[in-house]
């Protein structure tokens, strides 16, 4: 992905779980911030690969916590704009 310098954006697999010929492998969104006095990292989940025999399932992880999170905020920003039109008359 086309990034400014300083900002990854990546997907890594971690490590293999397998039992009774399933395996389960996680795979998580990496966003890496580098800046002159420091930087952060942060992982998203974003699915998990399940291999069966020859039959490979991509179960996507929906993050349900941030929908709610814009939905917060969404709400807030549009009463705060009715707010503010409310008393502009």
Do not use: K, Y
Not at 76 to 82: E, G, K, M, N, P
Request: net charge positive; glycine share 8%.
């Amino acid at each position: 992905m086309s990034t400014p310098a300083g900002l990854t954006i990546r997907t890594i697999e971690h490590p293999t779980v397998q039992t009774d010929g399933l395996r389960v492998i996680a795979r998580s969104r990496v966003l890496t911030v580098r800046l002159p006095f420091g930087g952060f990292v942060w992982h998203c989940p974003s699915a998990v690969v399940v291999e069966r025999g020859n039959r490979v399932g991509r179960h996507p992880i929906v993050d349900v916590t941030r929908i709610a999170q814009v939905v917060v905020w969404a709400c807030a920003l549009i009463a705060w704009f009715a707010i503010r039109g409310w008393s502009a008359r």
